[in-house]
């Protein structure tokens, strides 16, 4: 009886981390969503922007770098934007009231926020897509990853990078392609394996009636 209590519980505790693993399905209101952040992305990837990493200051909140200049994360605050949410304001008021939940103090030895940039960080977004949106899990299935989900990398030597799956697919490999830029401006590329995956998202904003 003994065993059989201990293995029915292994069994239990073994279906459960499966079950927490599998990623979620959007509802209708989130997949609609999700499309809508796909084409605002695929949009951006017809503009032309200059790589340019240097700190800006700019207004708060709805603040923006010059918008012909930016880097990954701008990609994705862009995209977010054109859906009426605004990373900056978000992730500040996450920020300011979970400080030390973020990788500001022993990543950039900050002690406060900063509107400027804490959004423009991917390890900042990182931590607050896990924090507000669904945080799914990182697979080696090209099938795994759909339109309007978020996805980061280490290009090695521990820098980041993010950008969006997008609705549009490789004829070659058959895998959702990716809006990003990595230095040459916004880019629609099949690049969701290139690089070591570290984070894997969904995020449908604010109080959002679009969550699953």
Not at 8 to 15: G, K, T, Y
Not at 144 to 172: M, R
Not at 178 to 203: C, M
């Amino acid at each position: 009886m003994r065993r059989l209590s201990a293995s029915l519980a292994l069994s239990v505790l073994v279906f459960s981390r499966v079950c927490l693993a599998l990623p979620q399905t959007p509802s209708a209101a989130g997949h609609s969503f999700l499309e809508k952040l796909s084409a605002a992305a695929v949009a951006r990837a017809t503009l032309d922007v200059r790589y340019d990493s240097a700190y800006v200051k700019i207004p708060y909140p709805n603040g923006d770098v010059p918008p012909n200049t930016g880097v990954c994360t701008d990609e994705v605050i862009r995209s977010y934007r054109t859906l009426g949410i605004d990373l900056q304001k978000e992730v500040h008021e996450d920020m300011r009231n979970n400080f030390s939940a973020y990788p500001n103090q022993r990543r950039w030895r900050l002690s406060h926020t900063d509107t400027n940039i804490d959004h423009r960080r991917v390890p900042n977004l990182q931590v607050f897509f896990s924090r507000k949106g669904q945080s799914l899990p990182i697979t080696s299935n090209n099938a795994d990853y759909l339109p309007g989900e978020l996805v980061t990398w280490d290009l090695g030597g521990n820098i980041p990078h993010i950008g969006i799956v997008v609705n549009q697919k490789s004829p070659a490999t058959g895998r959702y392609l990716v809006e990003h830029n990595i230095g040459a401006g916004p880019k629609i590329e099949d690049v969701l394996f290139s690089w070591r995956i570290t984070g894997h998202y969904r995020y449908f904003g604010p109080a959002s009636d679009a969550r699953p």
